[in-house]
Nanobody
Framework: QVQLVGSGGGLVQAGGSLRLSCAAS????????MGWFRQAPGKERDFVAA????????YYPDSVKGRFTISRDNAKNTVYLQMNSLKPEDTAVYYC?????????????????WGQGTQVTVSS
């Protein structure tokens, strides 16, 4: 079993930056692909970023490509999401998640473990 704790959210102005962290427990962390998702009030949870178990490959939707960067440090059992050039439409609760296997995963149904979520608010 993997337990995830997300942190690093906050209030920033448009154009600012935040770095989210997700600390994982469990000896199998390095065998999981990791992802970030976000959910705004009244909306569905959307894919934000994913990274392979080795950290060698990443994937982003067009909405965040070029602005967000996902990374991981398997020695620290931690995954990060660096968010730059933030926009008001980025406002949401951000969740980290873990999926078994080493490949990049974008389907929300394949993620078995979820963090509690951290609020990101971008003011205009």
């Amino acid at each position: 079993q993997v337990q995830l704790v997300g942190s690093g959210g906050g209030l920033v102005q448009a154009g600012g930056s935040l770095r989210l962290s997700c600390a994982a427990s469990g000896r199998t962390f390095s065998s999981y692909s990791m992802g970030w998702f976000r959910q705004a009030p009244g909306k569905e949870r959307d894919f934000v970023a994913a990274i392979t178990s080795s950290g060698g490959n990443t994937y982003y939707p067009d909405s965040v490509k070029g602005r967000f960067t996902i990374s991981r440090d398997n020695a620290k059992n931690t995954v990060y999401l660096q968010m730059n050039s933030l926009k008001p439409e980025d406002t949401a609760v951000y969740y980290c998640a873990a999926a078994p296997g080493g490949n990049v995963v974008t389907r929300i149904s394949l993620y078995n473990y979820w963090g509690q979520g951290t609020q990101v608010t971008v003011s205009s």
